[in-house]
């Protein structure tokens, strides 16, 4: 048996976005019944190198297929300045849950751009307008890329409008979708306004308030993956239907971790984890709802849901380098 090795491009290329987005649906669905296993994230700080591991292990059973692996990443800021390395760099081991055997090494970080994409647009389809047709993006990063993939699978997206600090950014972000959207750089405000917006930043201190957002407008925030950042201003989280991915991460890590650690928002604040409404047990959008709120961490078991989605597409059309790896 042989391992299947699968960089950058490949993944890229084996990723259709409507499968991935089901793959990911299902993988809440999973969660939300007790047929996955997700221990919590664990880091190893190296503060003499200003960065840190994460590893993030998972098991699901999505029914028809199950999936198992482990995403190891890191975070080290000076990496672009001093080693000319990226800031994150991400590996997945995807293994066969029956034999253990590791199936498939891949880049783990264009899998992870493409699977927080996917997690939008599966919390977009229950909590935006049905007839959405605008997006707004605040941070033009690698990130902003695979929302606007990924949601515009599920909505039919007609305008687009991003937000950034730099002009280079936003310039560049216009020029990759201008063929398919009509796309502009524009405030915050403006991209708030629009029928669903994704906040992909690394702030700690909100940058949307609640006077940017329209009245109906879906709110993916996608930034917060540290403790100590806070995209949305607080009145946003507490006066928006507010979901979740996952409790213990998102009020570690999420959106919602400083005005939780502060007391400022509660469990009674938060109105659903994604898992519930995917299943049935909780509402999406109803009449009543104005601001929602998609508070989003990024969980392992989208990791293993996406590397099944990759593999099964590699070996299918025969993409990838077959390495013996273990000599069994």
């Known amino acids: 048996m042989e391992t299947l090795l699968l960089n950058k491009d490949d993944v890229d290329e084996n990723t259709p976005m409507a499968d991935l987005i089901s793959a990911i649906e299902d993988a809440f669905a999973a969660y939300e019944t007790g047929d996955a296993q997700m221990p919590a994230k664990s880091y190893v700080d190296l503060p003499q190198y200003n960065g840190d591991f994460r590893s993030m292990p998972a098991y699901m059973d999505a029914g028809d297929w199950d999936a198992a692996g482990i995403k190891w990443v890191n975070v080290h800021p000076d990496n672009p300045a001093d080693h000319d390395l990226p800031t994150v760099m991400g590996t ?3 293994s066969d849950p029956e034999t253990a055997f590791p199936l498939a090494l891949m880049d783990g970080t264009e899998l992870t751009m493409k699977r927080t994409g996917a997690a939008a647009a599966v919390a977009t389809d229950h909590l935006a307008v049905a007839d959405a047709s605008s997006f707004g993006v605040v941070g033009a990063g690698v990130q902003a890329y695979t929302q606007l993939e990924a949601i515009s699978k599920i909505r039919d997206i007609e305008e687009v409008v991003v937000s950034d600090v730099s002009d280079d950014a936003v310039q560049q972000y216009v020029d990759h979708f201008s063929d398919r959207f009509d796309v502009r750089g524009g405030s915050i405000s ?11 930043t690394p702030v700690e201190d909100p940058i949307v308030t609640a006077e940017d957002v329209g009245d109906h407008t879906h709110i993916n925030a996608m930034g917060a993956d540290a403790e100590g950042k806070h995209e949305l201003a607080d009145d946003i989280l507490l006066a928006g239907t507010l979901v979740i991915d996952d409790h213990a991460q998102t009020t570690h890590s999420g959106g919602i971790n400083v005005p939780y650690h502060e007391d400022t928002l509660a469990d009674d604040d938060i109105d659903a984890e994604i898992g519930e409404i995917v299943v049935g047990n909780a509402d999406g959008r ?5 601001v929602t709120v998609f508070d989003s961490t990024g969980l392992a078991i989208q990791d293993v849901a996406a590397a099944h989605v990759v593999y099964e597409h590699a070996s299918e059309h025969d993409n990838g380098y077959e390495f013996d790896l273990l000599g069994v």
């Open 92 to 94: 997945m081991v995807y």
């Open 190 to 200: 403006e991209a708030g306004h629009c029928d669903i917006l994704s906040t992909v």
């Open 286 to 290: 109803t009449d009543s709802d104005g």
